[in-house]
């Protein structure tokens, strides 16, 4: 049976920086430029979201798109659009710097298990036009 | 060897529609939405399409892409741009919803024969910006 | 007072062909080619309405965003999107070709009398990414 | 002589929310919605500097981009990039909402005492790729 | 009678290098920097044509868009893509820098005295994604 | 340990064609077309690395997307942008044709050394908007 992948793609707008509690604000500067700014900056974020298995043989869909974009307002959009990274969601630890990529190990452990009928394939996150991260579960 | 893959974007316009024929009026409104109204609609879609092969040692091409742009307006875009999906082509089956998840199936099937240098390595399809499905031919 | 103009991109998809009833099929093939094929063929429309006038003291809106979106939605998307141009618009008189320069005349005409604060400058519509038509209703 | 317009795009990433110091917590949430949510949120900013004047009859530049980018740099993406709109940046007032709309004004001050060998004709400013704002000048 | 403005995107691909022939090579490079390199480098440039006029009653058109493309290619294209901007164009003379701001003046001279029944309204030409160049004929 | 691919996109912009020094004139233009245009044509190229790894514990890095930048700038941009590919290039070899296929590989080949805590994935470039090669190092 054919195996085939289907994205999802939706946006959301967050202000975050980039802070490890446990270093001096020289250390932050050095290692994180502007990105340590005490204010914070923010982005808008474009997230792909991959699902892959067989067409169903009688509606052609790998999974209704309009159902999995729901899923990702509910488990994703709704704790991350208009949001601080730092401060507002409760599936981003204090602990956890909110960088593209920590973002969609996060995000994949939102909505893997809600998807059900096919699999979770990956999550791709656009930061600026020049820096995404991707992650596969693995 | 070094493989290299290689992708080419095309570009088609069409009408469709979703519709289930052994359904009611009623069940494939609750499942397509607006995607089954009568009068259909239609979209710009967007065409991938990646071969992967080692690079030749005279003309660095792994396919010539014109060819390769020639070879996808004879036996995909001459089919599928300015027709109607659900009517026109020959290659869709009557009973084949037109998504995009079943068009990069029934795609790959028109161009795999005819790749012979080099190998057919997916279909990608946009839909939408935000929706996508691609088929590696597994 | 500083006159600002502001943008709003919307997105609707739609099956069209153009004919003129008058003609022969011949004639529509001769000046519409392949747009004139018998079942319609679709596109993804890019829609972009801009308003223009003083920001607001308070908010700083030249016009709400999203209640300009609203509008466009209920006056323009409700009746565009995912319809066929020439069959399903009330708005698209049959004697009109659906053609992008005629509907952005048409879509001002939808939004220039319920745009009360500030003023309709200007609606721009994509057909595809290499043709769009403007209007400045004039 | 030949007018001839010349764009420089320039991007920056910064935080923000809308709220209004006189307003009650309930009106701003009103007005604003998500966008005056307490913590901030955040966006990528592009930015688009319109200058117009003749082509030097040496150089064809109307005005050397890359001095048009540093200018830009110095006077606007050097207090704006990596900021938060409501509390880091000197040129915006405490009482001026940071929308797309003032932020064109502010960035068209910022800007025009330094153009001097050609005219500025527009600031443009995309908040997200659905929603932009443009000012020139009157 | 209803005037709308209708857009045509093209695109050519073409080496330049930017240089003064009576100046020393060290003023060359001092003004140009490394587009003054001397083995030329190139871009991929995007062409935007709009003319305007009223849309013809019976086909919706101001200007027929495929024959606005073809005179495009004719008058435009055959004569710039795959060139070098310095040695290969009747129209560039051997004094004009190949510079974007001269390229939309002179690209509208060989496009002005065809188009007949509208009018020709810009011609716009990126030569990056972050730098174009607009002229209006004035 | 989650594994997470981080991409960086950069751009350049250079001259090239595509000749077989071992031909004749008449088979370089049967094969490569206009590509052979004695002159130079030239192209904006978009190229995106990919590395792979796990995110540091406290940057929640793979790696600094700063330093990812410098490094394919020093490695990469300083030799190709704003040059020539068949004259100014030291890692392209007089014999080898400046191909988007060839380059991937020979990309690849400047970065790959020089990738040490992460591991390079894969080398992604855009001649135009319609043609682009990757390599994942095998």
């Known amino acids: 049976m ?3 992948y289907l994205t999802r793609r939706e946006r ?8 490890v509690k446990g270093w001096s604000a020289k250390k932050n500067r050095a ?6 700014n ?3 900056h923010g982005h808008n974020y474009e997230l ?3 699902v892959k298995g067989p067409p169903d043989p009688d509606t052609g869909f790998v999974m209704d798109a309009k159902k999995l ?4 307002k509910k488990e994703v959009l709704n704790h991350l659009d208009h949001s601080n990274l730092n401060k507002d969601v409760k599936f981003i630890s204090k602990n956890t710097q909110p960088t593209t990529e920590n973002l969609v190990i996060l995000i994949w452990k939102q909505l893997a298990p809600h998807i059900k009928k096919c699999a979770l394939h990956s999550i791709k996150l656009y930061e600026t036009e020049n820096i995404f991260a991707e992650y596969f579960g693995e």
Chains 1, 2, 3, 4, 5, 6 share one sequence.
Do not use: E, Q, Y
Request: overall charge positive; proline content about 0%.
């Open 2 to 4: 054919a195996i085939v």
């Open 12 to 19: 959301f707008n967050a202000a975050h920086k980039l802070k």
């Open 31 to 36: 290692v994180f430029g502007k990105c340590a």
């Open 38 to 40: 005490k204010n914070f």
């Open 48 to 50: 792909f979201v991959t």
């Open 69 to 72: 974009s729901k899923l990702i």
